[in-house]
């Protein structure tokens, strides 16, 4: 789905992209404890920076998939070949850090934002496209690791991160009264 959005002289496509998740329990008591079970594994690991959540090659295949797609019909979506880029939020933001580091080229994004997402590498490549991220450092799940990941990116001098005080983990783009919730305004 495309949705363009005006900008005073610039024009921006967005492109959202649904793709496949994790089958999970139909039973709520059965959902809780399987979210519960999930979520202690990704407190344990990442707050020490190394936990690598376990992500379906489906997931890194649908994102994948989504930039070649865009970037194959991106004169009928208005937008530039060599723009394409992946926006995510947790577990998109970590796919996003994998497509930087092992997609074929012609799904590669060319740059990439984190927003409060574990940012864990398996692999440095030589090339890498530029990277946003923003997280809160009282986030328990993703704001006390991955920093040896931006500090990699910044040595190539293509990194901005925003770390904000206050925030928590998921702080999205709703209306907190935290300083997290000016990082829309920051990325663009």
């Known amino acids: 789905m495309g949705v363009k959005v005006s900008g005073g002289r610039d024009v921006h496509t ?41 992500t379906p090659d489906y997931a890194f295949e649908d994102i994948n998939a989504a930039v070649r797609l865009v970037r194959s019909r991106a004169g009928e979506f208005l937008v530039r070949p060599d723009k394409v880029g992946i926006v995510g939020f947790f577990a998109v933001a970590l796919m996003a ?15 990439i934002a984190s927003i409060y997402g574990q940012l864990v590498m398996r692999e440095m490549p030589d090339k890498l496209p530029p990277l946003f991220a923003a997280m809160s450092s009282d986030d328990e799940l993703s704001g006390q690791s991955g920093f040896e990941v931006i500090q990699a990116w910044q ?17 999205g783009m709703g209306h907190q009264p935290f300083t997290s919730q000016n990082q829309p305004q920051r990325y663009t």
């Open 155 to 171: 040595k190539r001098g293509i990194a901005e991160l925003h770390l904000y005080g206050l925030g928590g983990y998921n702080f």
């Open 97 to 111: 850090v994998y497509n930087a580091e092992s997609a074929p080229a012609e799904c590669r994004a060319d740059f």
């Open 14 to 54: 967005v492109e959202v992209t649904q793709y496949r998740v994790e089958i999970t329990p139909r039973d709520e008591a059965e959902y809780q404890a399987y979210v519960a079970e999930k979520m202690a594994g990704y407190r344990a690991g990442g707050l020490s920076g190394n936990y690598a959540p376990a």
